[in-house]
């Protein structure tokens, strides 16, 4: 599982990156509300956590960007407001649980792996937009400008990462470990293969949107 921190804080920062690491955890780093964006923006994350007060720009300030855009990666807050309308409003915003400093790591994982066992079905719409096409996973219809059509349950799980994450860049190990899994020995051109059937789906449906190959990264949804 791949979690980016953002605490500007250095010595809490490198503790709890080592400890995490210790979880058998891959974890990023980032000291600061843009430079946690940047990250967020090229890489797709199964949790961040996030500190509230950061420099240049802060916590709250990230997190609603990421959902005015539409990212659902899970948040937990790490912070030192501690009172009730702190915790409301970092709620409120889309912060999937709220942690006050200081607190006991052992908290802070079990809090880490009740959300990395929530279904993401739970947090999630039904039905995913971008651009001209909407996509329904529990169905994997996909609909676009020229009418509509069924996805295998591959492309629909590779569909469903790139709808959930639009204009990022996702890297390949990224999108193979999400759609085939930590143990899987598929190879690189699997992945590929599946992009190429998505864009010829895109193609039936008559949609302006593409797959834009990104070079030593992987590829991103964009509008076209």
């Known amino acids: 599982m791949r979690i980016l921190l953002v605490e500007d804080d250095q010595k809490l920062h490198m503790t709890l990156k080592f400890q995490l690491e210790q979880e058998n955890f891959t974890v990023d780093s980032a000291y600061d509300g843009e430079e946690a964006l940047y990250y967020i923006e090229e890489t797709l994350y199964d949790l961040i956590l996030l500190d509230r007060m950061l420099p240049v720009k802060d916590g709250l300030s990230v997190l609603k960007t990421m959902r005015r855009q539409g990212m659902q990666t899970p948040v ?77 349950r591959r492309e629909g799980a590779l569909l469903e990462i790139f709808m959930r994450n639009p204009g990022q860049s996702l890297s390949r190990p990224a999108l193979l470990l999400h759609v085939w899994g930590h143990d899987s020995e598929v190879e690189d051109g699997n ?34």
């Open 191 to 224: 992945l590929d293969n599946y992009v190429y059937f998505l864009r010829r789906r895109f193609k039936a449906v008559a949609s302006q949107a593409c797959l834009t190959t990104v070079r030593s990264v992987g590829y991103r949804l964009d509008k076209g």
């Open 76 to 152: 937990i807050l790490l912070t030192a407001l501690g009172e009730v309308q702190d915790k409301i409003d970092g709620l409120d915003e889309g912060a999937d649980d709220y942690l006050v400093k200081p607190f006991a790591f052992d908290e802070l994982c079990a809090r880490i792996r009740s959300i990395l066992r929530r279904p993401r079905k739970l947090v999630a719409s039904s039905v995913l937009t971008f651009s001209d096409l909407s996509f329904t996973p529990d169905a994997l219809t996909l609909t676009g400008p020229g009418g509509f059509c069924k996805l295998s």
